[in-house]
């Protein structure tokens, strides 16, 4: 867990430019790293990229890059160095021999960032087994982080092979009841789903940060906790919703982003299931984010990981209010126009052929909320009525 209060630490991000991925993409991940890193209280001041066929496999990025990056960390007295792929144990081995800093790679500081969100103990305990899945094959080179669970108590340098073996048995140790543990909750939760009968059930999802809560809020009018972060929620909500006397439940889930650490899609399985054993999914996705396409397709990806790529979805394009059209020319404007866009142009562009229940709306404005509460309502009455057809005429 993080101190909140404590000293921000300073660091330089570090990508690849390969043949799968240019160096506009770099940098757009690049960018995202930027906000993880600000979500756990660390300011990015420089970033590094690399042209390479594929990833060295001793320094990752290579000797002289490599050098390259401990000149300036030195220089600018830097606290941390991240990485935007995952680093395999030899890799952070022969990367913290050479920089002696804190080196993070993408998986470990999303680990953080749940770790430092996790607020409930099934949340707090599927955070910790991920964690220690992953720091059991480096025991040997995350010091940093083991000396933070310590208390100061360093692994570093002179501990000796049999304390990396203790460490490991401990670790081991750990996993086992971290997993008892869970499936005990999971159990739990699994009880909990049961019970709620044979209402219509509608999980949101989507990627990280795109207005899923603050748009559970306003349909269902609760206050689910909802902030302008990275993984603000970790914990799975759930709310009745009943539009036209029809009622339903309502799921919020937590956000997905690229590469996210298998070791959390493992773990975070109960809170998945949620989305699995959901009728409909609400894809929320941020309209105004030059990355949204990229963003859509990520989720896409996920649900077909969990086998959920195929249920009815209605797919909500939030944040119209702040919508910038990519592509110049895109529309046609007189000099004396805003350069507003209107639900009527929205729904001549490609976005609207994505899927055929496709909705346009600003969660923080309002707009179009009334046309998505019709839209659920449709869809629900339908599956509602598959379920108990001598209840239609109630609705």
């Known amino acids: ?33 930027d906000f993880l890193a600000k979500t756990i209280h660390i300011d990015t001041v420089k970033s590094f990229t690399q042209g390479m066929q594929k990833p060295d496999l001793k320094t990752f990025v290579g000797k002289g890059k490599l ?52 607020q409930t103990a099934q949340a707090k305990t599927q955070v910790e087994l991920a964690r220690s899945k992953y720091l059991l094959p480096r025991l040997t080179n995350l010091w940093t982080h083991l000396e933070r669970q310590r208390g100061g108590t360093s692994t570093r340098g002179g501990s ?3 304390e990396i073996e203790t ?19 999971d159990k739990q939760m699994y009880t909990q789903r049961q019970n709620r009968g044979k209402l219509v059930r509608i999980a949101v999802v989507g990627y ?17 906790f909802a902030e302008d972060k990275l993984f603000a929620t970790l914990d799975t909500t759930v709310r009745k919703l009943v539009i036209n006397n029809l009622p339903t439940l309502i799921t919020d889930t937590v956000g997905f982003i690229r590469k996210l650490p298998t070791q959390l899609v493992e773990s975070f399985k109960s809170t998945l299931d949620e989305v699995r054993e959901a009728d409909v999914l609400l894809h929320v996705v941020d309209i105004s984010h030059p990355s949204f396409e990229d963003h859509y397709h990520t ?32 529309f046609d404007y007189t000099e004396e126009e805003e350069h507003h866009v209107s639900l009527a142009d929205l729904k001549t562009t ?25 839209d659920i309502y449709v869809l629900a009455k339908e599956i509602h009525s598959t379920r108990f057809p001598y209840h239609d005429f109630l609705y």
């Open 67 to 118: 050098e390259e990056i401990n000149i300036y960390i030195k220089a600018n007295d830097i606290d941390v160095v991240i990485f935007d792929d995952d680093l395999s144990p030899s890799q952070l081995r022969n990367i913290e021999k050479e920089l002696n800093i804190k080196i993070y790679d993408r998986s470990l500081l999303i680990l953080d960032i749940f770790q430092f969100r996790a």
């Open 160 to 162: 000796g092979e049999k």
């Open 350 to 374: 490609w976005m609207a052929e994505l899927n055929e229940r496709c909705i346009f709306i600003s969660a923080k404005e309002r707009d179009n909320i009334p046309q998505l509460r019709d």
């Open 299 to 330: 989720v896409n990806r996920v649900l077909a990981e969990i086998e959920s790529a195929d249920k009815p979805t209605i797919v909500v394009f939030n944040k119209i209010d702040t919508y910038t059209p990519i592509a110049e020319g895109e």
């Open 1 to 33: 867990m993080f101190d909140t209060a404590a000293v921000r630490e300073t660091a330089v991000l570090v990508g690849l430019v390969t043949p799968h991925q240019n160096a506009e993409k770099v940098k757009e991940y690049l960018d995202e790293l």
């Open 208 to 224: 990280t940060n795109v207005g899923k809560s603050t748009l559970m809020n306003l349909l269902t009018k609760s206050n689910v």
């Open 167 to 185: 460490d490991r048995r401990d670790i081991r140790k750990k996993i086992t009841l971290l997993e008892s543990k869970l499936k005990q909750i």
